[in-house]
């Protein structure tokens, strides 16, 4: 629908409504409602309520009022209407006002054709009550867009297979073992994998922009700031010695915290304050119990097995996922609003950890997928949505609902990565506001296994995320505050 069509709702005729057995069937409002489209996921509605609405409305408040009104020179209960009508109008006039429209949105919930995704902004204290005539008022609304659901049966994917060797295996415990290991000096010149302590100066055009002190930095291939990649890292502090300074020019991405360096050109100068060597630590029976309670080291060898599985089963998942949704959503040309994305952001953010968490990745895996997100936040974002719209309509189709025990095995997944119990991983998501996207997360899962068990695969092989990032919560424009709390990696210094 055009932004100029407008959408008439039949107007809501006052018959009964159902209500429980026993009481008053409640009458519903003579509701005309006028919706205009400014966009494909936003509704302008106009609503007009009857006055002989308003006025029932009024004498209901004053009727439930005269047993028990306070009137100087009556007893309470004894005044008379008109006097009580007239001493208690503006507070009853408020109370209808606030009932009026708490009501009428109700019905029009009820009575809708589109699908709200955020509350009514609806400016309550400009809404006036006339002393004659209608009451009118207007509120914008977010929506689902209405499309055409594709074609999602017997889609041709790719699906990527792999078996874990001894070699994988050894290679994923001595990452396991860097998280735990000790930081010792260092007294040669640094070499790839071993760690500085810096202080971080950021400028543009002269001016510092941003620092910080004493930040420990891995040497990685590249290094991953919130709002931008320093890709030559590696390359360049190889080789360096307490005292020796390096500097980068790093181009900020368009989604960077501060909004008036995006797309700008930032300098960042390193001074080495310290070299480190990562010491690994002995398999001993004490860190095997440090690890996971492990009664030996094939148990422990067995849970990395298993662990590596569950980051090729999220290989998998990621790679079906993409090639679903590129498919479905070729047609989603609707445009989004730029508020909305803003709001989703940091919701999107938190269910691609929550995601990587359950797979059981690092949380240093995981901090350099957060940057990356950060610096494309309102493409990923726009992406998300569009790809969440249409699995949620497949799932309604579908009748594909959650329950309680896909709650606990997610929340027991994410738990095991994060070394917390499963009870507190749960308070956490209910207390910061996150189970709806945890239903979100799940509710997708389902509905993109329906899609691949109609689907028609071919089995390639399976090659590992080579990359050798190292990532900081850092951001070189500044204005970097985290939405949500930064992944953490705890690596102990002697």
């Known amino acids: 629908m055009s932004a100029s069509e407008t959408e008439e709702l039949d107007s809501i005729d006052a018959t009964e409504l159902d209500s429980p057995e026993g009481e008053e069937p409640v009458q519903p409002l003579n509701l005309d409602v006028q919706v205009t489209s400014p966009s494909s996921c936003e509704r302008h509605v106009t609503v007009t309520v009857a006055r002989e609405d308003i006025d029932r409305y009024f004498d209901k408040a004053f009727s439930d009022m005269m047993p028990s009104a306070a009137v100087p020179g009556f007893r309470a209960g004894r005044a008379p ?82 078996t874990f060797t001894d070699a994988d295996v050894e290679e994923q415990i001595e990452k396991t073992h860097s998280r735990y290991g000790q930081l010792a000096p260092h007294d040669g010149p640094a070499a790839v994998g071993d760690y500085v302590t810096v202080n971080i100066t950021c400028t543009h055009n002269g001016e ?36 020796d300074r390096r500097k980068f020019k790093v181009t900020l991405s368009q989604d960077a915290p501060n909004t008036e360096l995006r797309g700008k050109e930032v300098e960042i100068e390193f001074e080495v304050l310290e070299v480190k060597h990562l010491k690994l630590p002995d398999l001993t029976p004490e860190f095997l119990k440090e690890l996971g309670q492990f009664p030996n080291e094939e148990a422990y060898r067995m849970a990395v097995k298993d662990g590596l599985q569950r980051q090729l089963e999220y290989a998998q998942q990621q790679k079906a ?86 709650y ?33 997360q799940i509710i997708e899962r389902k509905v993109l296994e ?19 990032v190292e990532a900081i919560h850092f951001a070189a424009g500044g204005g970097g505050e985290s939405v949500i709390p930064e992944a953490t990696e705890e690596v102990e210094t002697e």
């Not at 009026?100 to 009514?120: H, N, V």
């Not at 931008?228 to 080789?239: D, L, P, R, V, Y």
């Not at 990923?380 to 009748?399: D, G, Q, Y």
């Not at 095991?416 to 308070?427: K, L, N, T």
Request: proline share 3%.
């Open 208 to 243: 510092v922009v941003e620092s910080d002190t004493d930040r420990v930095v891995r040497i990685r291939e590249e290094l991953s700031l919130i709002d931008g990649q320093i890709k030559s890292f590696a390359k360049e502090m190889t080789g360096v010695k307490e005292g």
């Open 81 to 162: 209407r008109k006097i009580v009508e007239q001493r208690y109008k503006k507070e009853v006039a408020d109370s209808v006002k606030g009932s009026l429209l708490m009501d009428s949105l109700s019905q029009i919930s009820e009575s809708q054709d589109f699908a709200a995704i955020s509350e009514p902004d609806l400016k309550v204290e400009a809404v006036e009550i006339p002393d004659e005539g209608p009451l009118t008022f207007e509120f914008d609304i977010e929506v689902r867009p209405d499309f055409a659901l594709p074609k999602w049966k017997g889609l041709k994917l790719e699906r990527i297979i792999h």
């Open 450 to 468: 329906l899609v691949q068990s109609e689907a028609q695969f071919k089995d390639v092989a399976y090659k590992a995320d080579e990359s050798n």
């Open 408 to 440: 606990e095995r997610e929340i027991f997944l994410i738990a095991m990565q994060s070394g917390e119990s499963p009870r507190r991983v749960r308070a956490q998501l209910e207390k910061r506001g996150l189970m709806d996207v945890l239903r979100n």
């Open 321 to 406: 996922r993409k090639q679903i949704t590129a498919l479905l959503t070729e047609s989603a040309t609707w445009e989004l609003p730029p508020g909305l994305l803003k709001r989703q952001s940091s919701r999107e953010l938190e269910r691609a950890v929550m995601e990587l968490r359950r797979a059981g990745f690092s949380e240093g895996e995981i901090r350099a997928q957060q940057n990356l997100l950060r610096q494309n936040s309102a493409a990923s974002t726009a992406k998300a949505l569009k790809e969440h719209f249409i699995l949620e309509r497949i799932a309604e189709e579908e009748k594909i609902d959650v329950e309680e025990g896909d």
